[in-house]
């Protein structure tokens, strides 16, 4: 790597040559053709937040490294994913923090509305499904099932809606090994100052989903719960990583039942090509890996949890998670 300081004062017609402004750093690749630019007001983070309460904003965090690194393995790299992000369910949108950890990680977030195109694109590194309050239509999970069959990725991060409003979205998660516990979950041994509701996950992790993760706090407000249960195909297996303890309650108006409950798992099921349901697969390995990551709640990455406790460890498990599927 070497560096080049430019003075645009003396030198204007360099912001017009790398399409750049000022107090802007410019990463090219010779090799690869690509270029694009980090502004130091991302490397050097302001606390917006202390603004609303002193008038002023704080510098918060130095961020040097990670956008560096982002931007040399931009330029430097020919592959790129996409993630499609499904709408047309009453999904919910990204926070500012999760697009720009996207944008971070160089994955192209494209919106794929299956109401209108029931197709997914070739293209599709990563179906994301984030907090749907409406079911697909049989069609919609149909297209959805042949796709993990032929070897695709899916997360679905889960909202308020109960299994009974989503019939259909839940018949995939029970093909997979999943079922949705009735209610919402307790844990009085793992929660946040007394309320039981504001819980800690158990974390059992490795791999790419233990990078970064040291202190195993992960916050959950409000969740609802998962239980395994035996998958519809034997080629599929299906693991937590996120789980309540053994105290943990499922809460209902009627009932309070004890038990250990998954609050994210990962099912993985490996696919002879010749059996993948996709005749226009490029992947030149013998097998193929399906693989369907759901979390239990949709605050695992609410802008109100992850922004006002920046300590936890809400966004490197999620990134990590998406991360896993390439």
Not at 66 to 91: F, M, P
Not at 154 to 166: A, H, N
Not at 265 to 282: F, H, L, M, Q
């Amino acid at each position: 790597v070497s560096v080049k300081w430019i003075d645009p004062v003396l030198h204007p017609s360099a912001l017009t040559e790398n399409n750049a402004e000022k107090d802007t750093i410019v990463v090219k690749c010779e090799d690869t053709g690509k270029s694009t630019t980090v502004a130091f007001s991302d490397i050097i983070v302001q606390d917006m937040s202390s603004y609303y309460y002193t008038g002023s904003a704080s510098e918060s965090e130095f961020d040097g490294e990670g956008q560096l690194t982002s931007a040399i393995n931009y330029v430097i790299s020919d592959a790129s994913q996409t993630v499609y992000r499904t709408s047309g369910h009453g999904e919910s949108t990204f926070s500012t923090t999760i697009s720009d950890l996207m944008k971070k990680n160089n994955y192209n977030v494209e919106e794929l509305n299956l109401v209108m195109n029931t197709e997914i694109p070739d293209d599709c590194d990563l179906l994301m499904m984030y907090a749907p309050t409406n079911d697909l239509s049989q069609e919609e999970a149909d297209v959805m099932k042949n796709y993990l069959k032929s070897g695709g990725k899916v997360m679905l991060i889960l909202g308020d809606t109960t299994s009974e409003q989503l019939p259909n979205l839940m018949g995939i998660l029970s093909d997979y090994g999943m079922k949705e516990a009735d209610g919402y979950i307790a844990d009085p041994k793992r929660c946040y100052q007394g309320n039981a509701y504001y819980l800690f996950p158990q974390l059992s992790v490795s791999g790419d989903l233990a990078n970064g993760i040291s202190s195993q706090m992960v916050l959950l407000v409000n969740t609802h719960g998962l239980e395994l249960s035996d998958p519809a195909r034997d080629t599929i297996s299906v693991n937590a990583f996120m789980s309540t303890t053994n105290n943990a309650y499922a809460v209902t108006e009627d009932a309070q039942t004890e038990g250990s409950y998954t609050l994210g798992a990962v099912a993985t099921e490996s696919i002879s090509k010749d059996d993948a349901e996709d005749e226009n697969s490029t992947d030149d390995s013998e097998t193929l890996e399906s693989r369907l990551t759901v979390i239990s709640s949709a605050s695992m990455i609410d802008s109100q949890i992850t922004d006002a406790f920046t300590t936890l460890e809400n966004t490197t498990l999620f990134m990590n998670a998406v991360t896993a599927n390439f």
